[in-house]
């Protein structure tokens, strides 16, 4: 079963901010987290640095006053008992590049970027991050949902069983959980010369793919939660946009996904349809699963290039 011991949310100082401290609040109460980090980036100031060490000052109190605004906003979400496992980060430089290496050197389990429609901001997130992140990275929209019912695509892949199993551990934390999986197949170019129609050879990728869904139901270690897969025939080009409406017909809470690769370079990056999904899906929860054991190597060599 997928465990979480900590996050790191980032915060923007806008509106966003209070969904943030939301979600934050509904895992550690859900999981009873040992650590929560909530990280402000603050643009560099452009300053000759005989200046800044001459006047300190004149970058001390911007970092205050960020800490004691984000502080200041624990106290609707969090318990004295609970606040104890906060930290507050006020860092400089640029966002991908601070959220990667405290992703890093804190040896994060999940990262929180806010997916903004309508709030004023820019916000902080970035696909940059979703590709390079060593770990879970999770996109919370500005409304949250109930995250009872999750959409998992799968493959039978270790990537979607991992993904499978995160869903899990976040879904039963509600009455009534429930995880919907989605496989889907597409028919292979050369179906014709084996003498079968497009629809004759459709069904029998289907029929493959329920047999694979019950030999990969056994390999699951996600307690009581239900389970259930739908079946999708494949168009070209369209895999995201079939999974972000399968999870809006299906009123799901969240959508969770792998990443795809069979080495540490491969599964740090995201697949194309989780790319692509990335970029298509603006309002449910995305939650981009990746084993962090395999992920932390291949950081370190980006840092050095």
Do not use: W
């Amino acid at each position: 079963m997928y465990q979480i011991k900590d996050l790191l949310i980032t915060m923007d100082l806008s509106e966003m901010d209070e969904v943030m401290m939301e979600f934050a609040s509904f895992v550690n109460k859900a999981v009873d987290l040992d650590k929560i980090y909530f990280l402000h980036v603050a643009k560099e100031l452009d300053l000759p640095e005989e200046l800044v060490a001459q006047y300190p000052d004149l970058i001390k109190p911007l970092d205050e006053s960020i800490e004691e605004k984000i502080e200041g906003m624990l106290d609707e979400y969090f318990s004295e008992e609970e606040k104890s496992k906060i930290e507050i980060l006020v860092k400089e430089g640029k966002p991908d590049k601070v959220i990667l290496q405290l992703a890093k050197e804190l040896d994060i389990e999940i990262v929180v970027l806010g997916l903004k429609t309508g709030l004023e901001g820019a916000g902080l997130v970035s696909n940059k991050v979703a590709r390079l992140a060593p770990c879970t990275v999770v996109f919370v929209p500005e409304v949250l949902p109930n995250l009872s019912r999750i959409v998992v695509p799968i493959d039978f892949s270790a990537n979607s069983k991992l993904a499978l199993e995160f869903a899990a551990f976040m879904a039963k934390k509600h009455d009534n959980a429930r995880i919907i999986c989605q496989n889907v197949y597409t028919v292979p170019s050369g179906y014709s010369r084996l003498g079968k129609s497009y629809e004759e050879f459709a069904e029998i990728m289907k029929e493959n793919a329920e047999k694979m869904f019950e030999n990969f139901k056994r390999t699951l270690d996600i307690g009581n939660v239900e389970v259930t897969c739908e079946f999708t025939l494949g168009k070209p080009n369209k895999i995201s946009e079939q999974i972000y409406n399968f999870a809006v017909r299906r009123k799901a809470g969240a959508i969770a996904v792998g990443s795809k690769g069979r080495t540490a370079a491969a599964s740090i990056l995201l697949g194309s349809t989780a790319e692509k999904l990335l970029n298509y899906n603006r309002q449910l929860p995305l939650i981009l699963v990746k084993e962090k054991t395999k992920n932390m190597g291949f950081l370190d060599a980006l840092f050095k290039l």
